[in-house]
Nanobody, 117 residues
């Protein structure tokens, strides 16, 4: 069973930056898409950004130009660089590895990001 572990969350002032990381407990083959999702209190989980095995990226409109997703294919590590953070970015951030081959998704336990004024 693959476990994903996120790190890098914390408390930051508006306008600041954080870098999230997500590491898999072991190398996993056939992961065709990795992504970051977030869930704010009282809201549904929403997509933040995804990146395919080929490097194609997709971002939510609310984070375009501020967040950058990247991956290290060699060791199945996923990153999210978050700049110019806003109060509305406050949420628990989850990483996701998706495998069409295995027909399943892997999720991390989440890391809290809190942006203060």
């Amino acid at each position: 069973q693959v476990q994903l572990v996120e790190s890098g969350g914390g408390l930051v002032q508006a306008g600041g930056s954080l870098r999230l990381s997500c590491v898999a407990s072991r190398y996993t083959f056939n992961i065709d898409r990795m992504g970051w999702y977030r869930q704010a209190p009282g809201k549904q989980r929403e997509l933040v950004a995804t990146i395919t095995s080929g490097g194609s990226t997709n971002y939510a409109d609310s984070v375009k130009g501020r967040f950058t997703i990247s991956r290290d294919n060699a060791d199945n590590t996923l990153y999210l660089q978050m700049n110019s953070l806003k109060l509305e970015d406050t949420a628990v951030y989850y990483c996701n590895f998706h495998s069409s081959h295995w027909g399943r998704d892997y999720w991390g336990q989440g890391t809290q990001v809190t942006v203060s004024s």
